[in-house]
């Protein structure tokens, strides 16, 4: 059930896991409206707004839409959207990790905020939502659509154990980008 303005309370929708997903380092929670400044601050930098859609220039008011949306699309079914934070430090915003869901397949993104990359963040996220997505869910598959430029974000989807199995071109308004696809399937092997 949902008491979000705007949603069909009897709509199937996800629920956030409980126990939070988490491990030694970060936890995956739903976004909140308290992440918003956090949320404004990450999207500044260039290189989210060169491989993420997001608007540009990114505003305070983007972030707050951004929030009410996850929050909708929780309770529709359509998306889960989590914040990476501190494990110790929950309200810390370290990067965020998301899942489109129709039926048994997902779609998965993510990106980490400037000061922390190379941490490993990234790669334990996703691993965290994507034996999520398969244990709790029951996704046959996650696909991940990342710019054929981005080596950062096609190494973290390797380290968590998907692999490229196509290309896509995709029209942008500044022309077309090559964007590579990267699939996880529920028998693979997850990272666990």
């Known amino acids: 059930m949902s008491d979000v303005p705007g949603v069909d309370p009897s709509a199937p929708g996800l629920e956030p896991p409980d ?10 929670r739903p976004w909140t409206e308290a992440d918003v400044a956090q949320i404004d601050a990450a999207c500044q930098d260039p290189h989210i707004q060169q491989f993420i859609p997001i608007p540009r220039p990114y505003a305070r008011a983007d972030a707050e839409a951004y ?4 929050q909708r699309q929780w309770a529709t079914g359509e998306k889960a959207a989590f914040a990476i934070s501190d ?6 915003v370290l990067g965020a990790v998301s899942l489109a869901v129709v039926q048994r397949c997902g779609n998965a993104a993510y990106w980490i905020a400037t000061g922390v990359r190379g941490m490993g963040l990234a790669t334990r996220a996703l691993g965290l939502l994507t034996d999520w997505a398969v244990e709790s869910l ?10 054929h430029r981005n080596e950062p974000s ?8 998907y692999r490229q199995v196509g290309q896509l071109e995709v029209p942008t308004p500044d022309g077309r980008r090559t964007h590579l696809i990267y699939a996880h399937l529920s028998s693979d092997r997850t990272t666990g």
Do not use: K, Q, S
Not at 87 to 92: A, G, R, S
């Open 19 to 28: 126990p939070p997903l988490a491990d030694e380092v970060i936890r995956l």
């Open 67 to 70: 929030v009410a949306r996850t």
């Open 87 to 92: 494990v110790d430090d929950p309200t810390v």
């Open 138 to 147: 029951g996704m046959g598959v996650i696909l991940l659509e990342i710019h």
């Open 154 to 161: 096609r190494r973290v989807a390797v380290a968590a154990g």
